[in-house]
């Protein structure tokens, strides 16, 4: 006996129902799972890049000490904590100091910015402006303030959502740290589990753009942070050495501005003309000298670090960093840089592909 077409009509509403409260319930669980996962989503992503970054070392670790991968996993993450304990140790000193300089200049009656030396008067007509207003702010900076209020209103905004997201950030760091320790001794079941992930989507370039995705992260976090975190290096020695004021809260400036690939100069110029004004002129030019070096190091160590195969355009970084401050505070200022210069990448591999495959 043939179905009648009520019949089919009804066994083909079942079918559709039953195929949308499947898929219902499949868009449930993925969307529940990616709102338990999100509050972690950053530091996981920052731990997998960490990972990615030092594999070649814990390598080279792992045959040093005879296959055992919890001991290289272990030297790796000293290795990784030491780089962010001892700077983050000195910087929060740093700006403590500062903050207590400053409090005892104001309980004293005394000017928070010291008044331009006697060597200014000899500086060019065309710098007389930034004297007076330098001068202003020596006599009188909350007038000076208010009078910039709309001015300062903006980048004052910016540079204290740095401040206070630095604490946080350290703590994500810390995390992320632990995690790529994880990650590095269980690194050969997640290779393989990346691969497959990525055949899934790619098929047959599904390998290549998973070394590509490699290739970039480690060339972008060699070439983008780490010629930052070297050239704020070289530039807060200086600052040290010279006995700037809060030289912490300017080297953290001078890496947060490499990073966004703007540069350190917007810090150096001002400071070197600080030194001009209050020290010597020997040691002013010596510092001078030190802070061209500074400017030029990106140069010189871009090429070097990041190779020109693996190359980003500064567009693309410069979007990703200052995106990933917005949405993530300043841990994105790292993670927005290598997350979009690794889409950028593969969206470029699957422009150039073979539509065949």
């Not at 970054?53 to 000490?65: H, M, S």
């Not at 000293?78 to 740093?94: D, F, G, K, N, R």
């Not at 809060?246 to 540069?263: A, D, E, K, R």
Request: glycine share 8%; charged share 10%; net charge positive.
């Amino acid at each position: 006996m043939e179905p009648t077409k009520t019949d089919t009509s009804i066994f083909d509403i079942n079918i559709i129902v039953d195929t949308l409260i499947r898929l219902g319930l499949l868009f449930l669980l993925i969307g529940l799972c990616i709102s338990f996962i999100m509050p972690f989503s950053l530091v996981l992503i920052w731990g997998a890049i960490i990972a990615v970054t030092f594999y070649p070392i814990y390598q080279k670790l792992v045959k040093l000490f005879r296959g055992y991968k919890a001991l290289a996993s272990v030297a790796v993450t000293l290795v990784m904590l030491s780089i962010l304990v001892v700077p983050t140790w000195i910087l929060t000193e740093s700006m403590l100091s500062g903050l207590m300089h400053f409090r005892d200049l104001y309980h004293q009656g005394q000017p928070l910015i010291p008044a331009p030396g006697k060597d200014v008067q000899s500086w060019p007509s065309y710098l007389k402006p930034l004297v007076n207003l330098w001068q202003s702010a020596s006599d009188n900076l909350q007038g000076v303030i208010l009078q910039h209020k709309e001015q300062l209103a903006g980048p004052g905004k910016w540079l204290l959502d740095a401040i206070t997201g630095f604490g946080k950030s350290v703590v994500q760091f810390l995390v992320s740290i632990l995690l790529a320790a994880v990650f590095l001794v269980f690194s050969e079941s997640l290779n393989g589990s990346s691969l497959k992930l990525f055949r899934k989507l790619a098929r047959s370039n599904g390998e290549f753009l998973a070394r590509l995705a490699i290739k970039t992260v480690r060339s972008v976090v060699l070439g983008i942070l780490g010629v930052a975190v070297i050239q704020a290096a070289m530039a807060g020695i200086a600052f040290f050495m010279a006995d700037i004021p809060f030289p912490g809260l300017w080297t953290l400036l001078c890496l947060v501005l490499s990073i966004i690939q703007i540069g350190a100069w917007p810090v150096l110029i001002p400071l070197t003309i600080y030194m001009y004004s209050t020290t010597n002129p020997v040691t002013a030019t010596l510092f001078a000298v030190w802070m061209v070096v500074v400017v030029f190091a990106d140069n010189l160590l871009t090429p070097v670090m990041l190779g020109r195969g693996s190359s980003v355009p500064m567009l693309v970084l410069l979007m990703g960093s200052m995106g990933g401050f917005i949405t993530m505070g300043f841990l994105g200022l790292f993670v927005g840089a290598v997350i979009l210069s690794i889409g950028y990448k593969l969206f470029e591999a699957w422009l150039n592909s073979d539509p065949k495959n």
